[in-house]
């Protein structure tokens, strides 16, 4: 039997809930053994991890890669080399592409080509009506046997209450995931701030955060008529979560998910009219930030995504009112997420829980675990080393982060999928 020994790490287990010293073992692409004391097994390599901490792989829900249409913008091979490098094994990736991902043609052109160039696994969605134009649902059972794995039309969110109830049954009799964007579409149209004191300052068009529970309260009063199982993509504000906490008490099959954009900045950040801190939903004001942070240490929030939105130069550089929304994430997911522990509002285990785990588990994965058996799918990754971030360094082939020239704190040391290399800085 041979194999990868890592030794001298800090084991982190988002199940126990714990990080300890030890070694884990790999041996055909799965978790062999892990513990304080493994046995070296014949002709396996070994490799000093020199005291860094040892993952599973981040589960990276809502990724956007520009294939087809825009692929300018990002590649799979561009994002894979992104993900690999940021600790991300797993792409989950949104179906928003030009044209949508709506056929199973359209979705079987995605897969072969994330299979041909992306180094970690690509999970596709697909869109939950044809075009993203909330009126005529998708093909959802050719679709799931195509690969898909959740569907959903990202930020075009279907204003048509019957239609979403129709697609929500057909889902729900199919056992598909559904995922939501909760916005009311009236009055976030147009928005780019929060609205309130800071917005009327700048004279930004803002929206108010009970956009957001009213989408979201809609979205649960459906899920009580239909059954269907549903994740709300990103979770912002400190109104929605009392509606939240009611569903899942009711035992309605409803996670929900937050960004980490969301989770480490807010309103404030757009005091100089930098479009890269332009993203969708607007950033929040403090208090909804530490409300959401409370309510992912709680469970009550589920998942931490990058949702990883690349845009040109082109498209960012505009005026604030007319500039695209989003950020690229999927390489600093990881050193944004330690922030959160360095400030000691999350463990590590919290949030490997939430980056990795969780999304597992939403989506019946084997992945996200540290357990024997389990697939070999890990980052190792020193959460104190210091470094200021280039966004010209970044793999990605759009630069748009919010994080350029940013102090940050964590650097992935290697990846492995299935037990493979894949990015390694040892």
Known sequence: MTGTLLTNVRLIDPEAGTVSPGSLLIVDGRIAAMGAEVAVPEGAQVIDGRGACLAPGIIDIGVKVCEPGERHKESFRSAGLAAAAGGVTTMVTRPDTTPAIDSPETLEFVTRRANEAAPVRVLPMAALTKGREGREMTEIGFLMDAGAVAFTDCDHVVRNTKVLSRALTYA????????????????????????????????????????????????????????????????????????????????????????????????????????????????????????????????????????????????????????????????????????????????????????????????????????????????????????????????????????????????????YVHGTCVFGDL
Do not use: W
């Open 172 to 415: 729900r009799s199919l056992g598909a995931l559904v995922i939501g964007h909760p916005q009311d579409p009236g009055l976030s149209e147009g928005a780019c701030a929060t609205s309130g004191k800071f917005a009327s300052l700048r004279g930004l068009p803002a929206v108010s955060p009970m956009a957001e529970r009213m989408g979201l309260d809609r979205d649960i009063a459906l899920l009580e008529m239909t059954g269907a199982r549903y994740h709300a993509d990103q979770i912002t504000t400190a109104r929605a979560l009392p509606a939240l906490m009611r569903a899942k008490r009711n035992g309605l099959d409803i996670t929900a998910g937050t960004s980490i954009h969301h989770l480490t900045l807010n309103e404030l950040d757009l005091a100089n009219y930098r479009t890269f801190f332009k993203v969708k939903p607007p950033l929040r004001a403090e208090d909804d930030r530490l409300a959401v942070i409370e309510a992912l240490r709680d469970g009550l929030i589920d998942t931490i995504s990058s949702m990883h939105t690349p845009q040109d130069e082109e498209s960012k550089r505009l005026p604030f009112e007319e500039a695209a929304s989003g950020a690229v994430g999927l390489e600093t997911l990881l050193p944004a997420a330690l922030r959160l522990h360095h400030s000691g509002e999350l463990t590590l285990a919290q949030l490997f829980r939430a980056l990795s785990l969780n999304p597992a588990k939403r989506l019946g994965m084997p992945q996200g675990r540290m357990a024997v058996g389990a697939p070999a799918d890990l980052v190792l990754f020193d959460p104190d080393a210091p470094f200021v971030l280039d966004r010209f360094t970044l793999r990605s082939k759009s630069k748009n982060t919010p994080f350029d020239g940013a102090r940050l704190q964590g650097k992935v040391r290697a990846t």
